[in-house]
Nanobody, 126 residues
Framework: VQLVESGGELVQVGGSLRLSCVASGRYFSTYAMGWFRQAPGKEREFVAGISKSVSRTYYADSVKGRFTISRDIAANTVYLQMNNLKPEDTAIYYC????????????????????WGQGTQVTVSS
């Protein structure tokens, strides 16, 4: 599976962005998908995840109520809608795929994911 993210850019505080992650290969619906981010000098952290089959969603507390993860099986794409952006959301955002989960679960650990995209930069300016 190859993952390609897009949609990151410079945006002002309070603005919105939608990130996209297109997956190549087969069996996209059988992967749990996650979005992670890494700010300069910080560790990579879980942002949001969506389970396979039933598409149950999970969020970090810091983004709950502002970000929404979704997937389009037909388009092999997972999205991250980000609203009310804050300066602390500035980071490189990575899409990741995990083929070892149940229908309802998503790991919050980056080490559990098998495939990663190259990342897309999101910068929130005040």
């Amino acid at each position: 599976v190859q993952l390609v993210e897009s949609g990151g850019e410079l945006v002002q505080v309070g603005g919105s962005l939608r990130l996209s992650c297109v997956a190549s290969g087969r069996y996209f619906s059988t992967y749990a998908m996650g979005w992670f981010r890494q700010a300069p000098g910080k560790e990579r952290e879980f942002v949001a995840g969506i389970s396979k089959s039933v598409s149950r969603t999970y969020y970090a507390d810091s983004v709950k109520g502002r970000f929404t993860i979704s997937r389009d099986i037909a388009a092999n794409t997972v999205y991250l809608q980000m609203n009310n952006l804050k300066p602390e959301d500035t980071a490189i955002y990575y899409c990741a795929a995990d083929n070892g989960r149940t229908d309802y679960s998503v790991s919050r650990l980056s080490g559990a994911f098998d495939y990663w995209g190259q990342g897309t930069q999101v910068t929130v300016s005040s």
